[in-house]
């Protein structure tokens, strides 16, 4: 009996293709199309995903199902979300996502289906050694998004197929455009689903009340009040509303750190400010895909997605790690996941919370 693979068909070509391949493997492939969010149809594409998965399931030969984890979603996902938000931190809902809805509860509903994996359109790559799985990244420099796997453990990862790890986005879809898959030059989807198209700062006016302060330069002075600390994350640049007759100097002021306690946002002027670069900061929560800590200090580090890897030193010291990079680092963020990297190997991260 061929293995039973439940592919998460998401409407873009990268599970399309996924799904593709499997069943080109000779898999007994099942899709799944999983809806996350019911809140803001207006916005969150989900109705349109849906129609292209299908299109593409009838195009190969395959039937798709549907499973609502919305109310996992909230639990586990946004609450948390705008838990992070209210303390003034960034946080990054597509890790936590990947974690707790994609490899826990759908991989939970996929095998009490009789699936003995579940594949998805990652770019990323799996290396099976000793008894463990090694988490790669993607052949795709561009595309690579093991970033926001590192929560994963083995069981996850064991139970786990990325089919298109070894391709690049230009391979993936010349290849659906040949197999005639109706979604091919499909946009890639940005953000996350309960944001969609729309202003970020519209969205979070939903959940949070304005709470106006003053805007100071890293000198003291006033230079504009802002609409609630919430509402500006670190390094942002654009929506400061700092008029003209502030600065020495005709460049765009961005967000250098926030006083919670005072309910001030501070910020300064030019992107090359000293008080905008960081060479140390803190990571707690620390999570290892191995299991194991890694026995090198000299690591690189990824503090954002599409970052370039950034060589540094590691110290661990219980379950948190000191950071120091090579070269500075811009608008480092607390909330933030920093993942380390050996290499091409992802060994794991935690979260951001201080800098220095």
Known sequence: MPEHIIVGMSGGVDSAVSALLLKEQGFDVECIFMKNWEEDSDYCTSEQDYKDALLVCHELGLQLKTVNFSIEYK???????LKEYAAGRTPNPDTLCNKEIKFKAFLNYAIQLGASRIATGHY????????????????????????????????QLKKAIFPIGEMTKKDVRNLAREKGLPN????????ICFIGERNFNDFLHQYFKSDPGNIIAVNQKIVGKHDGLTFYT???????????????KEEPWYVVDKDIKNNILIVAQGHDHPD?????????DLHWITNQEPTTKNLNVKIRYRQSDQPCSVNITNGTAIVKFDTPQFAVTPGQAAVFYDGDICLGGGTIKSRN
């Open 276 to 284: 905008l670069f960081h060479t140390y900061l803190t990571v707690e």
């Open 124 to 155: 990323a790559k799996l290396y099976h050694h000793n008894g463990s799985v090694i988490l790669l990244k993607g052949n795709d420099g561009n595309k690579d998004q093991s970033y926001f796997l590192f929560m994963l453990n083995q069981h």
């Open 184 to 191: 091919y030059d499909r946009k890639d989807s940005t953000g």
């Open 234 to 248: 670190l390094g942002q640049r654009q929506g400061l509303g700092i008029g003209g007759g502030h600065g020495e």
């Open 75 to 81: 639990k586990r996902v946004f609450d948390l979300f």
